[in-house]
């Protein structure tokens, strides 16, 4: 477990007064594209952006094949598979449910089944309508045999449905355990983070089949819901899993200000709305009580102002070794990846890099080869590769 947290907020590119130094930005690279082969720099690493694959409509998810090869979700609704040379397959993989894909809602993360060499059983999150027309984030999963996803079951179903298109959360993790863990917005409806009886703005643990662990903090509690891990959450659109201590971390939207990383402990209370370093959207009015309560968690780190993350990835690799043991956001209102300085004691340093390179950075991963893969928001966007110079 780490130390107590390091609170930390960067107003402006300057480190708040009180907190420990934070080293000054890195180089963005300047907000153009890079040239083919062109050398970028960062404090630690030198390195090379390629653009793997084009040809997706805003791509949400990434989840590399045994095969070398990847699934990428695209929000309005379709899976797709890229072949091990970065060749985009014409035709989308059939199988999915009907998918509701509105606003911020659509076709969203995807995971493997830790035992996907065997089962071949893929996971994802998506929007779809229930009866009474209301939109809810629900999670499947299939078989996949070739073009097609098999014997498809929904494993998980949230009560949080408003008529709304935001706030869906939805990222997917397995940890090492084999637990599934699941992010949920609070679907523009702030109140409902800090209902137990709602699955919305909350962080859910499941088994695989989507039965409730016997454990998990709620079970056996009238006035709670059995799934729910975590509560108190806006919008968490990050998760991954330290590399040394197995802890899952999440980050997840503030509102003007107030993005945060926090690191998961079962049955704690994030705060929202309650208490956040984000201000009302327009006024810059306070939310909440303020910035700390009594029983609920401060983040590890935040950012005032926002940069509105997506996806998050620890690098544990070799080929970029001098990112080895970083944390690395995206980011979708700025634009660029950060690259978080992780210690025992939390987040050392921030570096920013990418600033306007390829634009709304949704999701980041480490592939087999080692490399850092980003998925760009876009009408026309795509992988991209971050890669050792030589």
């Known amino acids: 477990m780490f130390a107590l947290p390091l609170r930390i907020v960067l107003l402006f590119g300057l480190v708040a007064a009180g907190a420990v130094a934070c080293a000054p930005f890195g180089p963005d690279n300047r907000a153009r594209a890079a040239s083919p082969g062109e050398i970028l720099e960062s404090r630690k690493q030198r390195f090379v952006l390629h653009r793997v694959t084009d040809g997706l409509e805003h791509p949400w998810s990434l989840a590399f094949l045994p ?19 970065g060749v985009l397959h014409p035709q989308p993989i059939d199988g999915l449910p009907e998918i509701w894909a509105q606003g911020q809602g659509g076709l ?14 893929v996971y994802f999150s998506y929007t779809a309508l229930a009866e009474d027309g209301l939109a809810g984030t629900r999670v499947a ?3 996949l045999d070739g073009r097609r996803l098999e014997n498809l079951e929904v494993i998980f179903v949230s009560n949080g449905r408003t008529p ?3 706030h869906f959360g939805s990222r997917l993790l397995f940890d090492r355990k084999g637990y599934l863990y699941i992010t949920s917005g609070d679907r523009g ?35 709670a819901l059995p799934e729910i891990y ?7 659109q990050g998760m991954a899993l330290h590399p040394a201590t197995g802890e899952v971390w999440i980050h997840e939207h503030g509102p003007q200000g107030g993005d945060e990383i926090n690191i998961l402990k079962a049955g704690a209370n994030y705060g929202w709305p309650v208490i956040t370093y984000g201000r009302e959207y327009g006024t810059g009015l306070p939310i909440g009580e303020g910035t700390a309560k009594e029983g609920m968690e401060q983040p590890l780190w935040y950012w005032v102002p926002s940069i509105a993350p997506s996806g998050m990835a620890f690098y544990t690799g070799d080929r970029l070794a001098g990112w080895k043991g970083d944390l690395f956001v995206g980011a979708l209102r700025a634009q660029l990846l950060v690259r978080l300085e992780v210690t025992a004691d939390g987040v050392r340093a921030e570096e920013r890099l990418l600033r306007g390179r390829i634009g709304r950075i949704r999701d980041v991963r480490q592939g087999p080869d080692g490399l850092l893969y980003l998925l760009n928001d876009a009408a026309d966007g795509g992988i991209w590769t971050l890669s050792p110079a030589r």
């Open 67 to 85: 095969d070398g090869g990847m699934l990428v979700t695209e929000r309005p609704g379709r899976l797709r598979r890229v072949s091990p040379e």
């Open 108 to 121: 969203l993360d995807l995971a493997l089944d830790p035992d996907f060499a065997d089962n071949r059983l």
């Open 141 to 143: 999963r299939g078989r």
């Open 164 to 166: 709304t298109g935001r």
């Open 189 to 223: 409806r702030r109140q409902l983070a800090q209902d137990l009886r709602s699955h919305a703005g909350k962080v859910l643990r499941l088994l695989p089949d989507g039965s409730v662990p016997p454990d998990n903090p709620f079970v056996g509690r009238e006035d």
């Open 230 to 236: 975590t509560w108190g959450n806006r919008n968490p």
